[in-house]
């Protein structure tokens, strides 16, 4: 069962300006099904078949000249020598939509697009569904949402989320990782993911987890950069305005897919959520993964931040716009009170601050308005 993108459209016109569609992305969220869909004209190859990605080495040039409606090339970067290929070709013949790649790791790939695709491609990230693609006229309960996540795979074949991305993150840790670093000790690295999903939401302390591991500093550093570029998670910056040194300074660690967090945390149905100490922190990474699909899916940049200074003041969420922000408050309580608009107002009230837009989002289903400030369901969120 196919189940319609939000990126279907903002694709389709790219497809008629540029002469590469570069599409980017966890593993398993819908990248080639979305291409095979909405470009069904072009032959699809895969370079994850060893027999393609051999003909794609040994003889570039007549591997992407088979069809003459273009391609589309799953995994590029299991191929990257072939950008080099593409780029002499869209520039003797610019054809616009002509390739449509797609690949699931940011290292070797955007290393290479910059070297060779340079204004010739346009850049998309797919994340796995999000919550308006995939319950469109349904209203599950907030357990059941945090508990599955979104991963197209566990709504298509109706898999059971444990299962499902139990092999996900097998996979991960075996190939990916292998492809992306020379980590030696895979034991010591899935520790390390499990580490980090108790640490969603939160300030990263880098000496913590290196602690907890086992593993310098640097070796933490370096396998978030790798947890990244595969989009396991994102690291938020922390808000400045005129670089205060008193603000807190540290970023923060959030996962894109609840689901995951919950698997990694050894929760295997939605009831032990209710209660559990870090139902908070899960839920502000529902929101945050939201957020990023709400901009991803409109081909833009998130540009997202939060403030925190030595005083304790707080706001989940900044969108940055360059002369302006707009603030998020995030509250897993399905009632609103007076107090949960505390960290939006100390902003709004600072001279140096221009502030556009105020919001909280709830746990509750309800959106409204209230003091000027949108107060939105975890269910509609959007910014």
Not at 36 to 63: G, V, W
Not at 123 to 133: A, C, T, V
Not at 277 to 297: A, C, D
Not at 303 to 328: C, P, W
Request: hydrophobic residues 35%; positive net charge; glycine residues 4%.
């Amino acid at each position: 069962m196919y189940i319609q993108r939000d990126l279907e459209k903002p694709l389709l016109v790219l497809a008629k300006q540029y002469p590469v569609l570069t599409i980017t992305g966890p593993r398993q969220s819908g990248k080639t099904t979305l291409c095979r869909k909405i470009f069904k004209k072009k032959l699809y190859i895969s370079l994850e078949d060893p027999n393609n990605r051999d003909f794609a080495e040994k003889d570039p040039k007549t591997f992407l000249a088979q069809d003459k409606n273009g391609m589309i090339i799953d995994e590029i970067q299991r191929a990257p020598e072939l950008m080099s290929y593409i780029q002499t070709i869209v520039d003797n013949k610019p054809q616009k939509g002509y390739y449509i790649l797609t690949g699931s790791q940011q290292f070797e790939l955007m290393a290479k697009l910059t070297q060779s695709l340079a204004g010739r491609t346009a850049i998309i990230k797919l994340l796995p569904f999000s919550y308006s693609e995939i319950y469109k006229k349904k209203y599950p309960d907030l357990e059941d949402v945090l508990y599955k996540g979104f991963y197209p795979k566990i709504f298509s074949e109706r898999l059971d989320p444990t299962k499902e991305l139990s092999f996900y993150i097998n996979t991960y840790i075996e190939r990916d990782v292998r492809l992306l670093t020379n980590v030696k000790d895979l034991k010591t690295f899935e520790t390390f993911i499990k580490i980090c999903a108790g640490r969603t939401g939160q300030v990263l302390n880098y000496a913590n987890i290196s602690n907890e591991v086992g593993v310098d500093i640097k070796t933490v550093k370096k396998w978030l950069s790798i947890l990244e570029a595969s989009f396991i998670i994102r690291i938020i910056p922390p808000y400045y305005k005129n670089m205060n040194k008193r603000l807190v300074k540290s970023p923060k660690l959030y996962f894109i897919d609840t689901g995951l967090v919950c698997y990694l945390l050894g929760i295997k149905k939605p009831a032990q959520l209710t209660g559990h100490p870090l139902l908070g922190s899960i839920f502000e990474t529902y929101v945050y993964g939201e957020l990023f699909k709400n901009f991803y899916n409109k081909v833009e940049n998130d540009n997202l931040y939060f403030y925190r200074d030595h005083r304790g003041n707080e706001v989940d969420v900044i969108f940055d716009k360059a002369t302006s922000i707009e603030q998020l408050e995030i509250k897993l309580s399905k009632t609103v009170t007076s107090a949960m608009f505390n960290g939006l107002c100390f902003l709004k009230d600072k001279d140096n601050y221009t502030v556009d837009r105020s919001l909280l989002v709830y746990g509750g289903n309800r959106s409204f308005k209230r003091n000027d400030i949108d107060i939105i369901s975890w269910r509609n969120i959007s910014i």
